[in-house]
């Protein structure tokens, strides 16, 4: 299992129990995937439509906490992946 | 059939400054169909040539790429192109439109159409992508999979598809996306996945563009823009902006002139918007911070009912991270569980400056209130909550987790979560 299958099921948690998880929690586990990533993949850069300025991926654990609807989109973002790759190998 | 497209880029923002470059190779496709199109480029892409390209009435569809939120969409340099109560519905009658811009699918797309658009197509919240620094942008390899899959939608429609169909064919390439993009960037593939979820369209799924000319429309002349000329000014020469932030900031400047007198007064607010959870008997403590503003700050609220907030007045102090301060508010016993839709008003004496954000709360009677952080199993409600009051769901039968304050399609009586 890739650290990135890792990262979303420790946000989507798995199946049966209540899914609640702190910020703290997210951004810890989205640290240890960008912490698996070299050097040019940190550098590479989220670029939005919204008049908001593009996100490092090295920054992605700091704009979680900084900006809520960044966390929900990490959180999103998350639930459609486990929704299209992780649920059958559940 | 004409088309009204655009690439607002050339004002040093990345992200039109990429889309631009997909728009360019866009227009090159329109003429190698030999459609017809209005292309308005960088600084041209702005309102007052928008809607006069609009105005000729021969227009049935627009593709455009720029800023956006839940109500305005934008041009170069962010010059506002239409705003919920800031367009003239007219120009959009038997008109179709496909938006690349964040957010604006939730509210200006869909008031659009309920004003005689029939069909539009956006997002409903912030679309995100990778870039990885290609030239030309268009060919870079991270952002192709994002901004291709988007044109495919326009491309098919002006193809003879309908807006359904190139929607759905829309959706399925950002799910096959995903999956080429799996194995070598997971991250890039949940990106995809997120635009293909927040893709949404409003109006006539059957609707398509019609060759030939548009049927009659009215043509309203009047309207808001930025150029308008100003009233006179009997005490103050006020311009007033306003701009959502990376921070969620929202600002207003007004530069004054009284008696000879020159002083500059600004003010933003954090965040943009607010939503949260109300006790009928009880308050909620919401934080803000203030900024640019050295000051007392009146606060009021609008049309939020019998609530209440306190303090009042504020004195807050320019400094480079923003004044921290909390407002509480207060709940009205009398009324009952409802959401309600308001404004609260920051008004700055000094430099006779005001901003409004708006507020949505969910006004509920005790009972109701989910227990913050844990599990909850009520007649109306049942998920788990965060502090913020937002809930996980799951749906049991598809064994889908979705998150939100309520899930559409959840229903308390089939299933039910219980602490681990």
Same mark, same amino acid.
């Given at each position: 299992?890739?650290?990135?299958?890792?990262?979303?099921?420790?946000?989507?948690?798995?199946?049966?129990?209540?899914?609640?998880?702190?910020?703290?929690?997210?951004?810890?586990?989205?640290?240890?995937?960008?912490?698996?990533?070299?050097?040019?993949?940190?550098?590479?850069?989220?670029?939005?439509?919204?008049?908001?300025?593009?996100?490092?991926?090295?920054?992605?654990?700091?704009?979680?906490?900084?900006?809520?609807?960044?966390?929900?989109?990490?959180?999103?973002?998350?639930?459609?992946?486990?929704?299209?790759?992780?649920?059958?190998?559940? | 059939?004409?088309?009204?497209?655009?690439?607002?880029?050339?004002?040093?923002?990345?992200?039109?400054?990429?889309?631009?470059?997909?728009?360019?190779?866009?227009?090159?496709?329109?003429?190698?169909?030999?459609?017809?199109?209005?292309?308005?480029?960088?600084?041209?892409?702005?309102?007052?040539?928008?809607?006069?390209?609009?105005?000729?009435?021969?227009?049935?569809?627009?593709?455009?790429?720029?800023?956006?939120?839940?109500?305005?969409?934008?041009? /170069?340099?962010? $010059? @506002?192109? *239409?705003?919920? &109560?800031?367009? #003239?519905?007219?120009?959009?009658? %038997?008109?179709?439109?496909?938006?690349?811009?964040?957010?604006?699918?939730?509210?200006?797309?869909?008031?659009?159409?309920?004003?005689?658009?029939?069909?539009?197509?956006?997002?409903?919240?912030?679309?995100?992508?990778?870039?990885?620094?290609?030239?030309?942008?268009?060919?870079?390899?991270?952002?192709?999979?994002?901004?291709?899959?988007?044109?495919?939608?326009?491309?098919?429609?002006?193809?003879?598809?309908?807006?359904?169909?190139?929607?759905?064919?829309?959706?399925?390439?950002?799910?096959?996306?995903?999956?080429?993009?799996?194995?070598?960037?997971?991250?890039?593939?949940?990106?995809?996945? /997120?635009?293909? $979820? @927040?893709? *949404?369209?409003? &109006?006539?799924? #059957?609707?398509?563009?019609?060759? %030939?000319?548009?049927?009659?429309?009215?043509?309203?002349?009047?309207?808001?823009?930025?150029?308008?000329?100003?009233?006179?000014?009997?005490?103050?020469?006020?311009?007033?902006?306003?701009?959502?932030?990376?921070?969620?900031?929202?600002?207003?400047?007004?530069?004054?002139?009284?008696?000879?007198?020159?002083?500059?007064?600004?003010?933003?607010?954090?965040?943009?918007?607010?939503?949260?959870?109300?006790?009928?008997?009880?308050?909620?403590?919401?934080?803000?911070?203030?900024?640019?503003?050295?000051?007392?700050?009146?606060?009021?609220?609008?049309?939020?009912?019998?609530?209440?907030?306190?303090?009042?007045?504020?004195?807050?102090? *320019?400094?480079?991270?923003?004044?921290?301060?909390?407002?509480?508010?207060?709940?009205?016993?009398?009324?009952?569980?409802?959401?309600?839709?308001?404004?609260?008003?920051?008004?700055?004496?000094?430099?006779?400056?005001?901003?409004?954000?708006?507020?949505?709360?969910?006004?509920?009677?005790?009972?109701?209130?989910?227990?913050?952080?844990?599990?909850?199993?009520?007649?109306?409600?049942?998920?788990?909550?965060?502090?913020?009051?937002?809930?996980?769901?799951?749906?049991?039968?598809?064994?889908?987790?979705?998150?939100?304050?309520?899930?559409?399609?959840?229903?308390?009586?089939?299933?039910?979560?219980?602490?681990?």
């Amino acid at each position: 299992m890739s650290a990135y299958d890792e990262m979303v099921l420790k946000i989507v948690q798995k199946g049966k129990k209540p899914l609640f998880l702190a910020t703290a929690k997210i951004v810890e586990a989205v640290q240890q995937y960008v912490d698996t990533l070299s050097e040019e993949e940190k550098d590479r850069e989220l670029v939005r439509f919204g008049g908001n300025p593009p996100i490092k991926v090295r920054d992605f654990p700091r704009a979680i906490v900084e900006d809520k609807s960044f966390q929900e989109f990490w959180v999103r973002k998350s639930i459609a992946y486990y929704n299209e790759f992780l649920r059958e190998k559940e | 059939m004409k088309v009204l497209t655009t690439d607002t880029s050339d004002w040093g923002d990345l992200a039109t400054q990429i889309g631009g470059s997909f728009w360019q190779k866009f227009k090159e496709w329109l003429d190698s169909q030999g459609i017809e199109s209005v292309f308005l480029e960088h600084a041209d892409a702005q309102r007052v040539k928008w809607d006069q390209a609009l105005a000729q009435k021969d227009i049935t569809f627009i593709s455009h790429n720029g800023h956006g939120n839940y109500t305005t969409v934008t041009g /170069y340099n962010e $010059d @506002i192109l *239409a705003q919920v &109560g800031n367009y #003239n519905p007219s120009l959009y009658q %038997g008109v179709g439109l496909s938006f690349l811009s964040c957010g604006c699918e939730k509210e200006l797309i869909k008031d659009m159409v309920s004003k005689g658009c029939p069909f539009g197509n956006g997002y409903s919240e912030e679309y995100t992508f990778y870039y990885g620094y290609t030239e030309p942008p268009c060919e870079d390899r991270f952002a192709k999979p994002f901004i291709d899959t988007h044109l495919l939608g326009d491309k098919l429609m002006l193809q003879g598809k309908t807006g359904a169909e190139a929607f759905e064919a829309v959706n399925q390439e950002y799910t096959n996306q995903a999956h080429i993009w799996q194995e070598e960037n997971a991250d890039v593939a949940a990106t995809l996945l /997120y635009d293909r $979820d @927040i893709h *949404a369209y409003d &109006g006539d799924g #059957n609707w398509k563009p019609k060759e %030939g000319p548009m049927n009659e429309v009215l043509i309203v002349k009047v309207y808001m823009t930025k150029k308008a000329p100003p009233p006179p000014p009997p005490k103050y020469d006020i311009k007033f902006e306003v701009k959502e932030k990376a921070v969620g900031l929202v600002t207003a400047r007004v530069v004054g002139i009284s008696s000879g007198r020159r002083g500059k007064f600004a003010l933003g607010i954090s965040p943009s918007s607010v939503e949260f959870d109300l006790p009928a008997d009880g308050s909620t403590n919401v934080n803000f911070s203030a900024w640019y503003f050295t000051g007392d700050l009146e606060i009021t609220l609008e049309e939020l009912g019998g609530i209440t907030v306190e303090p009042t007045i504020v004195p807050v102090v *320019a400094q480079d991270n923003g004044y921290p301060f909390t407002l509480t508010f207060h709940g009205d016993p009398s009324r009952g569980t409802e959401d309600l839709i308001g404004y609260v008003r920051f008004y700055g004496v000094a430099g006779n400056v005001a901003i409004k954000i708006k507020a949505i709360v969910h006004h509920k009677v005790a009972a109701e209130i989910p227990i913050m952080g844990a599990a909850i199993s009520l007649n109306s409600l049942s998920g788990i909550t965060d502090v913020n009051g937002e809930a996980w769901f799951r749906d049991m039968d598809a064994g889908a987790y979705h998150w939100g304050v309520t899930h559409p399609d959840y229903n308390p009586e089939e299933g039910d979560m219980t602490c681990p």
